[in-house]
């Protein structure tokens, strides 16, 4: 099993930055990508943003593209998630997911952390 920490969440003012981080532990696996997902209230769960294991392949929700920037450090077994130009509507429980294996891609994550409560204020 592996177990996935975020923190890094809280409240802050539009236009405003946050860094979530993700820890990892637990079982020891080869490769796996790691992102983010996100939901709002009464809304569906949404894709942010995906690494793969060497950090040479990112992707983004399009919403994030360009204030948003993913990245990782396999050796502390994190991902971070810099967001910068916050809005209101990025207003989210945001969850770090890990997919096992190669890749980029963060469809069907295998493993989902608790999440941690990004609030944007106006």
């Known amino acids: 099993q592996v177990q996935l920490v975020e923190s890094g969440g809280g409240l802050v003012q539009a236009g405003g930055s946050l860094r979530l981080s993700c820890t990892a532990s637990?079982?020891?696996?080869?490769?796996?990508?790691m992102g983010w997902f996100r939901q709002a209230p009464e809304k569906e769960r949404e894709f942010v943003a995906t690494?793969?294991?060497?950090?040479?392949?990112?992707d983004y929700g399009d919403s994030m593209k360009g204030r948003f920037t993913i990245s990782r450090d396999n050796t502390k077994n994190m991902v971070y998630l810099q967001m910068n130009s916050l809005k209101p509507e990025d207003t989210a429980v945001y969850y770090c997911?890990?997919?096992?294996?190669?890749?980029?891609?963060?469809?069907?994550?295998?493993?989902w952390g608790q999440g941690t409560q990004v609030t944007v204020a106006s």
């Open positions: 690494i793969s294991w060497e950090g040479d392949s990112t």
């Open positions: 637990g079982r020891k696996y080869s490769r796996y990508a």
């Open positions: 997911a890990l997919r096992l294996g190669g890749g980029g891609g963060l469809s069907n994550p295998d493993y």
